[in-house]
């Protein structure tokens, strides 16, 4: 995958729970338990799994938990967090090859991970390492298993975050990793998936308590919650620091944050797609 052409997670992964948390449970919690389940439990794989964020969450929700990473610090620090429990496996590897047999899970996920996939031009190039990933879910899904993808919409990443209109190029440059969902539900059926279906939860945000943290942005520890942050140039930060700092001095802090955050509760942070293997 291509995280590391702007993401350097060897470094960001000590800091990464420091603020982002897992978003989404409920929807994913309601989708395990619709799925039938065999005699051991429903097999449960996380793609990116990062540091074991949404494993934790989800411990005792299904039989098996397996936890596939590309990068070994985000891995080492997903084994501290979940230590030697024996239903949570593991593996480094690569979604665009996944070291899985067919049709090994009842659920895979995919939590903020799709724009790691393919680099900024993707679009022009018709998605490819999307579409081989989407294949890849395919074959490791039993027949009637479901993918459950967890992205963000082009108006999200405008009008979701506070912070958005002052690092405004370095979205623009990360919304290019960003399949649109229209887009993608065409490529969901084009992989052989079907049944597609979308939720917005309007209530989640991905820094949870501290998302409207106006200060979080001169903490390192807190851009390296979300990777758009490893998209801004030092002047770009430079000019969106001082911006801040001036609402502070001035007063003008809570009003911007109010009017953002009205946004932010009209079109949500991320979205929800749901699809299934056929049977």
Not at 50 to 65: D, Q, V
Not at 157 to 169: D, I, M, N, Q, T
Request: a neutral charge.
């Amino acid at each position: 995958m291509s995280a590391r052409d702007y993401e350097d997670y060897a470094r960001t992964a000590s800091n990464y729970d420091v603020s982002r948390v897992p978003v989404g449970l409920p929807i994913i919690k309601r989708v395990l338990g619709e799925l039938e389940a065999g005699g051991d439990g429903v097999r449960l794989l996380d793609v990116g799994c990062g540091t074991g964020a949404y494993l934790a969450a989800l411990a005792g929700c299904a039989g098996t938990l397996t936890g596939l990473e590309v990068n070994p610090a985000m891995l080492e620090r997903a084994r501290r967090k979940l230590g030697a429990q024996s239903h949570v496996v593991l593996r480094q590897g690569n979604a665009l090859s996944m070291p899985f047999g067919e049709a090994e899970f009842d659920l895979v996920l995919f939590n903020q991970v799709l724009h790691h996939l393919d680099g900024g031009a993707a679009s022009q190039r018709g998605w490819p390492a999307l579409r081989q990933v989407l294949g890849e879910s395919l074959r490791v899904l039993r027949p009637g298993g479901v993918l459950l993808i967890n992205t963000c919409s082009q108006q999200q990443l405008r009008e979701g975050f506070w912070y958005a209109p002052l690092v405004e190029r370095a979205v623009e440059r990360v919304a290019r990793r960003y399949v649109d969902t229209g887009s993608l539900k065409d490529i969901l059926a084009g992989a052989g998936f079907e049944r597609v279906e979308q939720w917005v939860p309007l209530d989640e945000v991905f820094y949870g308590a501290r998302a409207l943290d106006l200060r979080g942005p001169f903490d390192q520890a807190w851009r390296d919650g979300d990777s758009v942050w490893a998209l801004v140039t030092p002047d770009e930060l430079q000019a969106a620091l001082q911006r801040i700092g001036a609402m502070i001095d001035e007063g003008r802090g809570e009003a911007f944050l109010a009017e953002r955050e009205r946004a932010r509760q009209s079109v949500g942070q991320c979205v929800f797609m749901r699809a299934t293997r056929p049977r």
